[in-house]
């Protein structure tokens, strides 16, 4: 089948939801996927205690033990392929798997809870893929603004860093394009060199 016709299928583009524990991966690809998000939640247990912090605020009873999966056609030309990590460093032997064939990923970021989502903003910048960091507004607001962030995260410029809410379709919509407009940006660059 070839892609120049207008009944040819979507080009597949695979990008990665990541960061620390609780901080609204599965939340993210369930807002905006447009089929049943596949999760692999599985009940906290009382073995988690002491490892597994989903933070003050959360009422969080269940966790993602190896990823979420959602899509969302963009557009005719565009379906993006989510991939939801799990947030504890314990499932981390999986995140080079998961991460394979992906042109960008989004960091999502807890503001109250920064710490959590080094390992995931560590991991990117070592495997040289493109990356957005999305800072979730738990009940409408975060913690620290977005400069005071950027700061603490130590990430530069070049690294777009946005608002969104995990809950709410459009701005996860927006969040993603932030991602993919990134990856189009690296890989006009690497065309051109």
């Avoid at 999760?39 to 269940?62: C, L, Q, Y």
């Avoid at 080079?96 to 560590?122: M, N, Q, W």
């Avoid at 919509?173 to 993919?180: E, F, I, N, Q």
Wanted: glycine share 10%.
């Amino acid at each position: 089948m070839t892609r120049s016709g207008s009944g040819s299928a979507p080009i597949p583009v695979k990008i990665l939801i990541a960061g620390g524990f609780g901080v609204g991966k599965t939340t993210t690809v369930g807002a905006i996927s447009e089929i049943a998000p596949l999760t692999t939640e599985a009940e906290m247990t009382s073995a988690g205690i002491g490892v597994d912090d989903p933070g003050t605020r959360s009422t969080k009873t269940t966790t993602t033990v190896a990823m979420d999966f959602g899509c969302v056609t963009i557009d005719r030309s565009l379906k993006l392929y989510l991939f939801g990590t799990p947030g504890q460093a314990r499932f981390g032997f999986m995140w080079d798997d998961l991460a394979r064939g992906a042109l960008g990923a989004l960091v999502v970021v807890d503001s109250s809870r920064l710490d959590d989502c080094y390992p995931a903003i560590d991991y990117f910048e070592r495997a040289g893929l493109p990356f957005v960091v999305g800072v979730n507004a738990f009940d409408g607001r975060i913690a620290h603004d977005l400069d005071a962030i950027r700061w603490a995260l130590a990430v530069g410029n070049h690294v777009p860093l946005v608002q969104f809410d995990a809950r709410d379709r459009l701005s996860v919509r927006d969040a993603l394009l932030v991602v993919l407009d990134r990856a189009l940006d690296r890989a006009t660059r690497e065309r051109g060199s």
